[in-house]
């Protein structure tokens, strides 16, 4: 606050004079970068502002990935970092470094370019045990195909040498293809595709508990893309399904899931999936782990959600087929960086830890089952709630 123009005046019987001096107090950098997380589509401006302060006038400098931007057009006389059409090849990281004499600071943004370069097809494996059925070794195959009129992706895919014993029973199993549509849905807004966050290489674990107490559990491992812009994908199931549903009429349901930014590297999602069987509504609980390498470089929000509509599923008994298409969008939503509730933020501010409800709450009379993000009351044997 001692900063500023100081005037000192003397005065005589001969005249008077006056001196104007200047106090400007030395201070180290400290700089910020906007917006912190940037999506666009390829092609598109991006702008990333960087507003340095400090005394000396601090010199600035840009970043990626942990490299020096070379010095160019793209960085505006006020700091400013220009895109003027974003490629794939910008995606990454951004830093701004901010130096003067007395020290240095920086900080940081992240920017994600999406399409013409995510995968347009999947392709896969899948093997395991349902209702004590072996499936043997079954292929995966998925198109897909985005709309950004409607802002989703379609997604088509099918299933071959599905037992014709466990083909019915599988129709409710959208989990099956939970990584095909949560990695290559239409992203919009600030949300990040799974497969740029991931680079295409990560594990996601699902579980689907049925009302009734089943419980099936499926594996995936997502190896990259090949050559030929195929995402390679390998899963493995086991558990169990109603076997009402095997000769029921099903109709599934539309559906979200949210997904928690809940550690370095580490996504939890969850969804109540919900289907027609025989005209009587059906309601399953389904969460998501997954896990990636964080070195990858991009930051993702702290929530986002995957959006899943026109859901179908059929089964051919003549091919051995099992088929799955639904539309896709993912978005980022109006509290992208605030924790939901039953989670509370971690260390350092990056991400959410869930809240143990049952170590902090007195609402169960008998037994609290925590889950991610929530709890449940349990009875005891012969009540239920």
Known sequence: TDAGHYRCMVENDAG????????????????????????????????????????????????????????????????TLLLAAATRRDTGNYSCLARNTLGSAVAHASLAVQGGWEPHRVRGSLVGIINTYELGVTTLDASVLDDPHSGTTAVRSSIGSIPPAVGPL?????????????????????????????????????????????????????????????????????????????????????????????????????????????????????NHTIVYDPSTGLQPPRVQHVRASAVEASFDPALEELRFQLRASLDAGANRDQCPPGFILGPQQLYCLDLDECQMLNQCQHKCRNSLGSYRCICPPGYRL
């Open 16 to 79: 008077t004079a006056a001196k104007v001096v200047t106090l400007a107090l030395q201070s180290a950098p400290t700089v910020a970068v906007t917006p912190r997380a940037v999506a666009v589509r390829a092609g598109q401006r991006v702008l990333l502002h960087c507003a340095a302060s400090g005394e000396p006038t601090p010199s600035v400098e840009w970043w990626r990935d942990g490299e020096p931007l070379p010095e160019g057009p793209h960085v505006l006389p006020n700091a």
């Open 170 to 286: 599988m129709r409710v199993l959208v989990a099956i293809i939970a990584p095909v549509y949560w990695s290559l849905a239409h992203a919009g807004g600030d949300a990040q595709s799974g497969f740029l966050l991931t680079r295409g290489t990560f594990r996601h674990e699902s579980q689907l508990e049925f009302a009734t107490g089943e419980l099936l559990r499926v594996t995936h491992l997502a190896r990259g893309a090949d050559a030929t812009g195929t995402l390679l994908l390998d899963s493995v199931i086991s558990g169990s399904v109603p076997e009402s549903i095997g000769k029921a009429a099903v109709l599934l349901q539309d559906f979200s899931e949210r997904y928690v930014h809940t550690g370095a590297g580490r996504l939890s999602g969850g969804s109540v999936q919900s289907f027609l069987r025989d005209g009587r509504i059906i309601h399953a609980h389904c």
